[in-house]
């Protein structure tokens, strides 16, 4: 399965001009045997907290349209990263993914809010976890959202369900560089499964973002690392290779959730 990684910075409180640049990467980066396409946390308006009360999607009625029709005109499947997203009158953070025919088949809200950026005063939290979902190729995947990655449980739930491949994505600060190529390392070892991690990149006036979107094996190896410029990278996964390790290293058949606490 060849998936792609957009790698690129992402315009503050710019909702058309990210959409502007998305459409210029799908028209002039996209390798024609690309099969899944991955973007960024909140490529919408970026971490402009404080306008989202007014800048915010509207329950993805802008947002889901614009990739919808990217995935149809390009027969990909689009990771969408995560949008600022208002519903109910509260704004979320809402990861989704469309299937190359156009359908919607993953939605999250991130869960955990970074209090070091004062999401929690600007955003609402998420109410229900990650859950696994069908690519078009069959292939089981999880999505979940940057300062997510901190939390080891919320992987391990769609993990233990046969999910092959967890697609992180993220807007993820160059100071704690070391945290996010180790955590993400982490993951990947510990569940026996792909990683498949793309972060923004590029300085807002506010945050530096560290780059180096990533794939990760099930061993826990990298196989591709972008650095900190605007980039696009293609990787070619075996997601045969989920089930060998699972079967070489059983962690899903020793689990001993009786005990856990």
Request: aromatic share 10%.
């Amino acid at each position: 399965m060849k998936i792609q990684l957009f790698q690129f910075y992402v315009e503050y409180g710019n909702a058309e001009k990210n959409e502007q640049k998305i459409k210029q990467w799908f028209e002039k980066e996209l390798n024609e045997d690309t099969e899944v396409v991955v973007l960024p946390e909140m490529w919408n308006n970026g971490y402009a907290l404080d306008e989202l009360s007014h800048k915010a999607d509207k329950e993805l009625a802008r947002s889901f349209p614009f990739i919808q029709t990217l995935a149809k005109t390009y027969n990909v499947d689009i990771v969408a990263g995560s949008v600022s997203n208002t519903r109910n009158g509260k704004v979320y953070n809402t990861a989704f993914t469309v299937s190359k025919e156009g359908q919607r088949i993953n939605k999250y809200d991130k869960v955990h809010l970074v209090p070091m950026l004062n999401e929690p005063e600007f955003l609402e939290s998420g109410k229900t976890a990650p859950e696994p979902f069908a690519l078009s190729s069959g292939v089981i995947a999880t999505q979940i959202i940057c300062y997510d990655l901190r939390f080891p449980e919320l992987l391990r739930y769609p993990a233990r369900e046969g999910a092959q491949i967890g697609f992180y994505v993220a807007q993820w600060p160059t100071p704690r560089l070391n945290h996010w190529r180790a955590l993400l390392q982490a993951r990947a070892i510990e569940n026996d499964m792909f990683i498949i991690a793309c972060n923004g990149t590029g300085n807002d006036g506010n945050t530096d973002y560290a780059g180096h979107s990533m794939v990760i094996n099930p061993n826990g190896e990298i196989l591709a690392e972008l650095g900190q410029e605007e980039e696009s990278i293609v990787v070619d996964i075996d997601t045969d290779e989920v089930e060998q390790q699972r079967n070489n290293i059983p962690v899903f058949k020793n689990l001993r959730l009786e005990l856990y606490k």
